[in-house]
């Protein structure tokens, strides 16, 4: 039994606690304000004011302590929340039920291969099932693996690395968390990004200019205090600062925006740069990622964790007050853009990296977590041929709650094959092509799939099986299918400029259904003898039970099908695939069972 309804409960059960202990505190923080504050007028009415300075100071002290120890147990709070929702969110995967609204959408490129035909994207859509990301790089990264193929010496790192994290389920889980603190986390780094690989042009006499006017300006202040100098002369020093910062202006504005909108969530990067740095597993690709993660005397998270107080020191400056009261007297800009320039100087060129590596952590974290949540998947055997070949035992559609998916079994191999499947109307040949292309894509991102044992070569998925008409275009669904069959034929031609480097696995769903039957039967015949002479391998399903009598006519057509029964009247679905063209048909009770009066 997994343990996610027990870690959901715990952590309420810790987050409850917390919740206790944050209201006693802002409680036990303002009776202390204000127990605070009336001691220091009672001892100030007294003439005590010696006693009401030094009481003012320790109170202040203890507040700001109470203030920090307040901060810390909401923090805590949360994380426990979080870390309850997430196993909340597992147990409705479970039941393939989501809570988070990220759909993946905005990921999906258009005329893709395969991902609008599989539900890579969507509301129920592999990616909704797998991501348990929440930075916005990983979230991407994650869409990366599932629409571009690796490489089998990729996949079996990933694999590996795969292996090593599923049993962390603390670790997992707190990363998660962790980035669920602060929504900012999910917000593209770009400007952020762009900002560390610039630097902000500063003139030379600045850097000592920074501290002679502050201290020259704290003299003049002194003498002015002790009635050496007029008040005007305070003043003049004041403009002399301004006056230096004025050019600076449009400069720090700019830096500002930039940094800003990330200065909250700078903290929380800090923090998962940490939990990559310390990540166990003795996995290669894992050791590489807490690798690019070290710099010269430390680590990513510590060089993160400075910035993160550079700007957010720098944006105070956004407040008015404190702007004219310090901002202005210590030159606090200057110094600040000083200080911005060198950590950029220092760190900027590798931010793109370490973010690409915490992107990367999250995608594999991803991955690890739906082979916890399903330890019966198999990790698929990437077989490194150039020959297509495709295996697999007890297969189930990873989309359908494993308790209700009926599994299937099929081996298949050799280049210029095709499988042709035939069945009456919802017996399942649409949902078994899915099936097998999505637990390909599934292993070729370094997933396990949904399966006792899966094999297959390095393949290019490629799928025909929504084509739709659209008015934009002018264009009907038979052309549009055209469309993706001509597609199809670029990739598997060598001769063509846009042949894939790898062979092709295809699905072909009801082929050529927008048109008659004599034409239906003799394109798609036409176009499996011209797919027998590449290196492709294929499905099609099919109504068309003469297509499928090409297998008794040549070695390449392989012929399955699936059934329908008819009991009492009512018409019956086992879904469970079988050799040979399909001998029972159903439209005909389905069209009585409406009122049609054949």
């Known amino acids: 039994m997994l343990p996610f309804t027990q870690r959901q409960h715990q952590f309420e059960s810790i987050a409850a606690e917390a919740q206790k202990q944050h209201n006693t505190l802002a409680i036990g923080r303002l009776i202390w304000f204000f127990g605070t504050l009336g001691t220091c007028w009672l001892l100030w009415a007294n003439g005590q004011s010696s006693a009401g300075i030094i009481v003012a100071i320790v109170g202040m002290i203890v ?51 395969y991902a609008q035909d599989l539900d890579l994207f969507g509301n129920h859509s592999l990616y909704r099932l797998l991501n348990r990301t929440h930075t916005h790089e990983g979230a991407a990264r994650l869409a990366y693996y599932l629409l571009q193929p690796a490489r089998p010496e990729h996949i079996f790192l990933r694999q590996q690395a795969v292996e090593a994290l599923k049993p962390h389920i603390d670790w997992r889980q707190e990363l998660e968390a962790t980035a669920k603190l602060n929504e900012r986390i999910g917000q593209s780094p770009e400007g952020l990004r762009e900002w560390a690989v610039g630097q902000t042009p500063l003139p030379g ?24 100098v007029p008040g005007w002369v305070v003043l003049a020093s004041l403009a002399l600062h301004g006056t230096v910062l004025s050019p600076l202006q449009a400069t720090s504005k700019q830096v500002s925006v930039q940094t800003a909108d990330m200065a909250n969530a700078l903290t929380d990067f800090a923090d998962l740069f940490r939990f990559v740095e310390n990540m166990s597993g003795d996995a290669l690709l894992l050791h590489d990622l807490k690798q690019r993660l070290r710099v010269e005397h430390g680590y990513a998270s510590t060089a993160i964790a400075q910035l993160a107080r550079l700007v957010e020191n720098f944006n105070f400056r956004q407040n008015a007050y404190f702007y004219l009261f310090v901002g202005l007297p210590t030159l606090w800009d ?32 991803s991955l690890a977590g739906f082979a916890y949540a399903h330890p019966t998947y198999a ?32 081996a298949v191999s050799g280049s210029g094959q095709t499988v042709l499947i035939t069945g009456s109307n919802m017996s399942g040949k649409s949902t078994f092509l899915r099936t097998l292309a999505l637990n390909v894509v599934l292993a070729q991102a370094g997933a396990v799939a949904s399966a006792k044992r899966f094999v297959c070569a390095p393949v290019q998925v490629y799928t025909s ?43 072909l769903d009801e082929i050529l259904k927008g048109t008659n039957s004599t034409d239906r039967h003799k394109g798609a015949e036409a176009l499996i003898r011209q797919l027998h002479r590449t290196s492709a391998l294929g499905f099609v399903s099919t109504h068309d039970l003469e297509l499928g009598q090409m297998g008794d006519a040549v070695d390449y057509v392989q012929n ?19 050799p040979g063209i399909c001998q029972s048909f159903n439209a005909s009770q389905l069209m009585a069972a409406i009122g049609i009066e054949l």
């Not at 700001?64 to 909340?88: F, P, Q, S, T």
């Not at 501290?211 to 050496?228: D, E, K, M, S, Y």
Request: proline share 6%.
């Open 205 to 228: 006499w600045v850097n000592v200019a920074r501290f002679v006017l502050p201290l020259i300006t704290l003299g003049v202040v002194a003498l002015w205090l002790l009635g050496n």
């Open 63 to 113: 507040f700001v302590r109470l203030m920090v120890w307040h901060r810390a147990v909401r923090r805590r709070r949360d994380l426990h929340l979080n870390l309850a929702a997430i196993n909340a969110d597992e147990l409705g995967r479970l039941n393939r039920q989501y809570t988070r609204p990220e759909t993946g959408l905005n990921f999906a490129p258009p005329n893709h291969a």
């Open 379 to 410: 990790q698929p055997d990437l077989v490194d041929e150039t020959n297509p070949v495709l295996e697999a035992t007890d297969m189930a559609h990873p989309l359908i709650v494993p308790l209700r998916a009926v599994t299937n079994s099929l």
């Open 560 to 578: 399955y099908h699936f059934r329908s029964d008819i009991h009492d009247g009512q018409v019956t679905f086992d879904y469970t695939l079988r």
């Open 334 to 365: 200057v110094h600040y853009l000083v200080a911005l320039n060198r950590w950029r100087a220092q760190h900027g060129p590798q931010l793109a990296t370490w973010l690409a590596t915490l992107a990367e952590a999250e995608s594999l974290n």
């Open 465 to 507: 099986m929504r084509t739709q008409d659209s008015l934009e275009e002018n264009t009907s669904s038979f052309y549009a299918e055209l469309k993706r069959l001509r597609t199809l034929l670029e990739l598997t031609d060598p001769k063509n400029a846009n042949v894939s480097p790898l062979p092709v696995l295809y699905f």
